[in-house]
């Protein structure tokens, strides 16, 4: 049975007044939510790639445990945090096995099922980072929808009250950034090509 959203609070709210077990509560709770957005992030993975979705999110526990004087406010502003985690942690992954070996393994990205890109390399991976910085600086809101949304895995209506829009706005934006961002990947993809 998933966890209710007054127990997430409740802990979340524990946490922030410095009580530091409260995140070892927390996670059991938030694994199994945590551990779907990693799955849908390589889901398309090949079998050999050696960053799986349950180590991803075993790192983002240990990042968040290195967080002080956290305030969280909600489920989603929690989620967020996770989703900045978890981007970093992929490109770092990505960064450090291209610096290993140049070519390898095969990275595909699943952003959404709304949003497919081709197969992708683990160049992929730090071409989207570098186009969501790109992104940032021309629109920070699309930007962070975009983040949320893919490596978040909220939903449309969680980032609306986490960044204290509409739904509609943040379906816009959304709608708005992707055609932006699969020019800027494909782009990307025939400079590396």
């Known amino acids: ?29 938030v694994a199994d ?5 990693a799955r849908r992030l390589f889901k398309t993975e090949s079998a050999g790639h050696t960053l799986q979705p349950t180590a991803l999110v075993n790192e983002a526990y240990i ?9 969280w406010n ?6 967020g945090v996770a989703a900045n985690m978890i981007r970093h942690i992929l ?39 570098e186009a969501l910085k790109d ?12 983040e949320l949304r893919i490596f978040g ?8 009250e986490l960044e204290k829009i509409g739904r509609t706005t943040v379906w816009r934006e959304w709608k708005t950034a992707l055609p932006w961002l699969r020019r800027e990947l494909s782009r990307s993809s025939a400079c590396r090509g």
């Open 74 to 79: 909600s489920r989603a502003e929690f989620f």
């Open 63 to 71: 990042k968040l445990r290195g967080q002080r004087k956290v305030q």
């Open 135 to 146: 992104l940032a600086m021309l629109d920070p809101r699309q930007s962070r929808i975009v």
């Open 1 to 29: 049975m998933p966890p209710t959203s007054s127990e997430v609070s409740r802990l979340l709210d524990a946490w922030s007044n410095g009580d530091t077990k409260a995140l070892d509560q927390l996670m059991p709770l």
């Open 153 to 160: 895995g909220l939903k449309f209506q969680e980032i609306a």
């Open 91 to 129: 490109v770092d992954y990505a960064r450090h096995r291209q610096a290993k070996k140049r070519g390898g393994d095969v990275l595909k990205i699943p952003l959404d099922e709304v949003f497919a890109l081709p197969e992708e390399q683990d160049a992929g991976v730090i071409a989207l980072d």
């Open 33 to 37: 939510e945590l551990r779907v957005i």
